[in-house]
């Protein structure tokens, strides 16, 4: 089975910060890999995923994600943090014969101090 | 192109009722999923429809049932409601079947409180 570990449930970062949101995942078979981001009173918004090929991926608003297999993880990073990224993200994880349902994690509160 | 809508926004109700929540997909969009969003839970699947035929079904009491129509819409609805079904209840749409093949577009959600 599937699942998705995000490491620290809420982080802090200064305006101008690197952002870094971890996450770890568990699949007995390659996996695709995603990242959503979540604004208060709103729906998920996909900022990238994994599929295949270049491990690092990059996407929407300056967020990027590298897919290391030896280490299970698919970390999302961004160079430097505006107030406009504070919002809830998500790591997700789903097979590649996208027949089985996404299995997310508990997600990372990301806040960003002016 | 208009988003994927949910209605209603906001649900109070009280325990033992039953409520019905609507999704209506992005034009063109013929998939539909639900997921139940709770503090304590996280996003937890509930179902995936495609052309009005559940594909997938997560780990709920048989109380959660949803449905799809011919023009792609979808309700679910949830009977004897418990106070632990308070929650965001979020739909999603795709062109194609398979939440990790086809990128899924959120709609706002629905808020049910259950008194």
């Known amino acids: 089975a599937q699942s998705v570990t995000q490491l620290g449930s809420h982080v802090s970062v200064s305006e101008g910060a690197l952002v870094l949101l971890r996450c770890n995942y568990s699949?007995?078979?390659?996996?695709?890999l995603f990242w959503y981001v979540q604004y208060p009173n709103q729906g998920l918004q996909l900022l990238l995923k994994?599929?295949?090929?270049?491990?690092l991926v990059k996407g929407i608003n300056g967020f990027e994600a590298e897919f290391k297999k030896s280490e299970t993880s698919f970390h999302l990073t961004k160079p430097s943090a505006h107030m406009s990224d504070a919002a809830e993200y998500f790591c997700?994880?789903?097979?590649?014969?996208?027949?089985?349902?996404?299995?997310f994690g508990k997600g990372t509160r990301l806040s960003v101090i002016a | 192109k208009a988003g994927v809508t949910q209605t209603p926004r906001y649900l109070i109700k009280t325990r033992g009722q039953q409520v019905t929540l609507s999704c209506s997909p992005i034009?063109?969009?013929?998939?539909v999923s639900w997921y139940q969003q709770t503090p304590g839970q996280g996003l937890q699947f509930l179902f995936e429809?495609?052309?009005?035929?559940?594909?997938n079904k997560g780990n709920f009491p048989g109380r959660f049932s949803g449905r799809q129509f011919s023009n792609s819409r979808s309700e679910m609805n949830v009977s004897t409601l418990e106070l632990g079904d308070s929650a965001l209840y979020l739909c999603?749409?795709?062109?194609?079947?398979?939440?990790?093949?086809?990128?899924?577009?959120f709609g706002p959600g629905t808020r049910l409180t259950v008194l």
């Open positions: 994994y599929t295949t090929g270049a491990t």
């Open positions: 999603a749409s795709s062109l194609t079947p398979g939440q990790g093949s086809s990128e899924q577009f």
């Open positions: 429809y495609f052309s009005e035929t559940q594909r």
């Open positions: 699949s007995s078979v390659p996996p695709y």
């Open positions: 997700a994880v789903s097979d590649q014969s996208g027949n089985t349902p996404l299995v």
């Open positions: 034009s063109g969009h013929r998939s």
